[in-house]
């Protein structure tokens, strides 16, 4: 008799490979410095952007594209933005904690071989998507379930990744040609590791520490401050 269910079995992992998706999530850090010169190959970057690419997403949108980039003179330029941008920043926080955010490192735009820049096509599918109805911010949330993916594959993979924030996206859209219509969700740098932190950065440095879980869990109800 064929199969009529397109449905599979769903057993849980074997131990070793269920180890092997908690170490993804638990060694995954935010690389800024750590890259290595080494080229990343086109068949690996294909498994990472094939891996964004089955990340969840509204309606079954799939809203991304993703820019790969190469050149040093693009990555230059877009440096130089994020430098711009970084200063702007710095002026942002109170006088006390400028001097310690100017010592952080928060980009590996040139020294990391490849950055990736990862856009949401807020009008892919047309105006009424399934599950964006009363919410039109699903499409981003979609778009950073695939960074994420990406994330974590790279992590398997022995690439470490960074995502920087600190840009004005109209700087970005002009130096990428990227339409107006269409969001940017994140700037990747990625690059080969041969080490990584092994808590985050920022809490190595002294800026912020990990919450305690139990703080944040409510049940039932929302405990917090109302
Ligand atoms: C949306 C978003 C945006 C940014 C980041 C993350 C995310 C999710 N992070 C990385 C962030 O600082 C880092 O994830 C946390 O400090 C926790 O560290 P690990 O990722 O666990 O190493 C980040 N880091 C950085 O150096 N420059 C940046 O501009 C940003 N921007």
Not at 76 to 99: C, T
Request: aromatic share 8%.
């Amino acid at each position: 008799m064929p199969k009529t269910s397109m449905l599979r079995a769903a057993e849980p992992f074997l131990a070793a490979e269920r180890d092997a998706v908690y170490k993804a999530i638990f060694t995954r850090r935010d690389v800024r410095d750590q890259f290595l010169p080494d080229p990343i190959p086109g068949d690996v970057t294909r498994r990472l952007l094939n891996a964004a690419h089955n990340a969840p997403s509204v309606g079954f949108m799939q809203p991304w594209n993703f820019i790969t980039i190469r050149d040093q003179a693009v990555r230059e330029r877009i440096a130089h933005a994020f430098g711009k941008a970084n200063d702007e920043a710095a002026a942002m926080f109170p006088e006390h904690k400028r001097s310690e955010y100017a010592a952080l490192k928060l980009e590996g735009i040139r020294k990391a071989p490849l950055n990736i820049c990862v856009t949401c096509d807020r009008t892919r599918g047309g105006k009424i998507i399934l599950g964006k109805t009363h919410n039109s911010n699903m499409d981003l949330y979609s778009t950073v379930c695939a960074v994420q993916n990406l994330w974590l594959a790279a992590r398997a993979e022995g690439i470490g990744m960074g995502w920087v924030s600190i840009f004005r996206d109209a700087d970005l859209k002009s130096i990428l040609g990227i339409p107006d219509r269409i969001e940017i969700v994140a700037y990747l740098c990625l690059g080969y590791v041969d080490e990584l932190y092994e808590r985050p950065e920022l809490e190595v440095k002294g800026w912020n520490r990990r919450l305690s879980l139990e703080d944040l869990i409510f049940e039932e109800r929302w405990q917090g401050e109302p």
